[in-house]
């Protein structure tokens, strides 16, 4: 059974920072695009960022230069940095995984993460 567990979400100030971070089991980690996804209240899901084993890292031009994503395929973990947080990025944030070859997409359940002073 395919679990993407995220932690680390909660309420930070404007300006601050977070770290999450998502523990994969059931697949074969290193296989497999890791994301990061968001949605707003009210909005729509949208991308954050995506990061592929031996390729370059993907980012929404939204949070260029501010977020970070990583991955440790040791660890079947993938993480997501975020610094200089904004109001805007106020949102669910979900943990993704995508196999290009066999097409398959599992999510995880969301964590919340609150930017509010």
Known sequence: ??????????????????????AASGI????????????????QRELVATTTTGEPTNYADS?????????????????LQMNSLKPEDTAVYYCTAHHRVVGTNYWGKGTLVTVSS
Do not use: H
């Open 1 to 22: 059974q395919v679990q993407l567990v995220e932690s680390g979400g909660g309420l930070v100030q404007p300006g601050g920072s977070l770290s999450l971070s998502c």
């Open 63 to 79: 949070v260029k230069g501010r977020f970070t994503i990583s991955r440790d395929n040791a660890k079947n973990t993938v993480y």
């Open 28 to 43: 074969i980690f290193s296989a497999y695009t890791m994301g990061w996804y968001r949605q707003a209240p009210g909005k």
